[in-house]
T-cell receptor
Framework: GQNIDQPTEMTATEGAIVQINCTYQTSGFNGLFWYQQHAGEAPTFLSYNVLDGLEEKGRFSSFLSRSKGYSYLLLKELQMKDSASYLCAVRDRPPGYALNFGKGTSLLVTP | DGGITQSPKYLFRKEGQNVTLSCEQNLNHDAMYWYRQDPGQGLRLIYYSQIVNDFQKGDIAEGYSVSREKKESFPLTVTSAQKNPTAFYLC??????????????FGPGTRLTVT
């Protein structure tokens, strides 16, 4: 089975740093993805981790620990436009390579 | 421009009618997927296709059907057998499986309302 947990909501202040956690228990693992989704829009790809460690991409970083079934997305220098839902997704092993999504974390950035 | 298109953005149907949602991509991606998203829920996989003329059921395939006659196109039919069809439907595609990151690219979605 698949079980991916994220906090439902988070609030942070403009200019601050926020960490969104994701824990997973899945029958297969072939990478973990983070997507950003603004209300009513399609998800857009943010980051990908398949090996343990930190991947940095500008203001966004993502960390993975496969032994702990744990990942986090770190957003630095928060901007108002970062208010969105952040989706954690685990990719199955072959043959499907399907993505299993968590319910998403709704982040509100306040002035 | 390369991308994924879904049309229409909003769709209204009466209960008991079948409806087909379109999804077209010009990214030359092999794999295509259909998800539905309900308020407060994550994306749930309906069907996926790895190559032309082949597709597999996802977690919630009941009441849906698909076809993959062309690489570019993966239409989804919501049949009258689907008990709760009102939802936001997202189509996605990804490059050849097993190579590189292979992240999924999403279309803009179709919001289906059935009354």
């Amino acid at each position: 089975g698949q079980n991916i947990d994220q906090p439902t909501e988070m609030t942070a202040t403009e200019g601050a740093i926020v960490q969104i956690n994701c824990t997973y228990q899945t029958s297969g693992f072939n990478g973990l993805f983070w997507y950003q989704q603004h209300a009513g829009e399609a998800p857009t790809f943010l980051s990908y981790n398949v090996l343990d460690g930190l991947e940095e991409k500008g203001r966004f970083s993502s960390f993975l620990s496969r032994s702990k079934g744990y990942s986090y997305l770190l957003l630095k220098e928060l901007q108002m436009k970062d208010s969105a839902s952040y989706l954690c997704a685990v990719r199955d092993r072959p043959p499907g390579y399907a993505l299993n999504f968590g319910k998403g974390t709704s982040l509100l950035v306040t002035p | 421009d390369g991308g994924i298109t879904q049309s229409p953005k909003y769709l209204f149907r009466k209960e008991g009618q079948n409806v087909t949602l379109s999804c077209e991509q010009n990214l030359n991606h092999d794999a295509m997927y259909w998800y539905r998203q309900d308020p407060g829920q994550g994306l749930r996989l309906i069907y996926y296709s790895q190559i032309v003329n082949d597709f597999q059921k996802g977690d919630i395939a009941e009441g849906y059907s698909v076809s993959r006659e062309k690489k570019e196109s993966f239409p989804l039919t919501v049949t009258s057998a689907q008990k709760n069809p009102t939802a936001f439907y997202l189509c996605a595609s990804s490059p050849n499986l097993g190579t590189g990151v292979g992240e999924q690219y999403f279309g803009p979605g179709t919001r289906l309302t059935v009354t």
